[in-house]
C-alpha cells in the first residue's frame, strides 16, 4: 500500500476511531470516516458510555496478553487520563447457578498463574472480605469470589473523544450524519470502491473498513449468520453529589449473576448499572435475515430493572428504591465463539471487516486499530481465529453462556416502543 491511498472507514465507534488513528499514526495521509450520527462520539456507538471495565482475565491466553497489551498502552499519554485502576471485584452471589460458579473459579484459575497478575489478587470469601476493598458497602454480601487490583474502567465517551481529536489533529476527515446505504463495486463485482450515502454521495477508496458494530449486516447483508446483534441493558441512578463522594473510588463490582456497576461518573454524579444476562436479540419476524438493531432503544425491561435493584440491595441497599434513569439497550454484534473478526471479505478486493466485538472490544481501543492496518498491508489474515467463517451461526446455542437471549419480539410493544 501507499501512503496516499484513499482509505475509507465506515462507522466512527470503538473499532472505526481505532483504525483512523492506527491507519493516521502509520502516515497514511487520505482517511475519510463516515457516520451516520451527527456527533462523534455517535449516540449509537456501544462505546459511548460512561465508563467499560478494563481487565485482562480471559479463559482463552490469547485474548488475554492482548488484554494486557492494551492495559499497557491505556497507561500512555492519550489514553492515561480516562483509564481508573480502581480495581475490579467478581464474584458470585449465594444464588448463583453452579455454571456460573464454576466460570468464575475458572477465570480466576488463569490469572493466579499468570506473572502480571502476581501479589495482585485476593480471594473474597466472606463479607469482610469485600467491605475490605470497598467499605462504603453495606449490604448481606454473601459472595465468593476473588478481587483484582490490576484493572479498572475507563471513561469511554471521553477516550472516545479523545481519540477523535487525535485523529482530526493527524488530518482524518469526518463525515458524520449521513448513514452509509451501500457500497460500491468494481464493474467486475470483485473489488470493492467505496460507498454510497442515504444522502447520495459515494465515496471511492482503494480500502474500505467496514466498523458498523452491530448494523453490520443492514449494510453487508452477505455476512449472513455470522454476527448477531445482541444488546445489554444499561441504566443509571443519580446521586447527589455528597452521595457521589462517598462512593468514590470503589472497584467496579460485578457479581456474576446479578450484574455490575462503577464508581460514579465524576461529572455528573451519574451511577452507572449492568444487569447480567444473555442479552436481547431483534431477529426479523418473517424468519431467515440477520439480528439488527432496532431504532428505539430508551428502554430496559421490568426483569432487568429488577435484576438491578437485587444487586442494589446486595451491597448498597440504602439506593436500591431510587429511580432509575438514562435507561437503553446497548447493541453489539456477537459471533459464535466471541472471536472477533477482522478479515477481507471473501471475493470483495479492498473490502476489510472489523467487527464482532462480542461485547468485549472496548478495552482494545487503543490497540484494535493496530490490528487492522497490519491486515490492510498484509493482504490476508495470518490469524485463523479472526477470520471471517461463513458457516458459523452467531444465533445458535453458545455453549458456555448462562441462558439465552430474549428477542424483542417476546418483549411486550408497551415496553419497547416510544409510548
Ligand atoms: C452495556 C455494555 C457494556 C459493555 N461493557 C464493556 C466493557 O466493560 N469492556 C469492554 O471491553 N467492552 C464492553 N462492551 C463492548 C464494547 O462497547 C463493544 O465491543 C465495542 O464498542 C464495539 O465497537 P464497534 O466499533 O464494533 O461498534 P460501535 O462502537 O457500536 O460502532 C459502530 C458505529 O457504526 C455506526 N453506524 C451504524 N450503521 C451505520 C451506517 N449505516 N452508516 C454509518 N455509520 C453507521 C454507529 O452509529 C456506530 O457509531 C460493552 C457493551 C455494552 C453494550
Ligand atoms: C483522497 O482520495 C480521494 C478518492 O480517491 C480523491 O478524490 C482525493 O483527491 C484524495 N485527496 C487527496 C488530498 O489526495
Ligand atoms: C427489529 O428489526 C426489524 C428489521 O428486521 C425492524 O424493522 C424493527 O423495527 C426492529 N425492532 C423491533 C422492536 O422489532
Known sequence: MKKEDPILILGAGTFGLSTAYHFAKAGFSNITVLEKSTAVPPVDSAGNDLNKIIRAEYEDPFYAELALQAIEAWKTPLFAPYYHETGYLLANSRAAPEKAKKTLLKSLGSIQQ????????SPIEKREDVTKVAPVFDGPMEWKGYFNRFAGYAHAADALTAVYSACCALGVKFCVGDAVASLTYSATRDRCTGAATASGKTYTASVTVLALGAALAT???????????????????????????????????YARDLGFFFEPDRRTNLLKLCPSGAGYTNFSSSGGGASVPPDFNGFITPADEDKIRRLLRETLPGLAERPLVNKHMCWCADTADSEYIIDFVPGKHGLIVASGDSGHAFKMLPIAGKWIVELAQAGQQEKRRWRWKPNQDAGGDVSWRVGRPVDLKDVPLAVRSKL
Open 114 to 121: 499468570h506473572p502480571a497478575f502476581r501479589g495482585k489478587i
Open 219 to 253: 449494510v453487508l447483508p452477505d455476512v449472513g449468520k455470522q454476527v448477531a446483534a445482541n444488546a445489554w441493558p444499561v441504566a443509571h441512578i443519580q446521586l447527589t453529589p455528597a452521595e457521589a463522594q462517598k462512593l468514590h473510588g470503589i472497584p467496579v463490582t
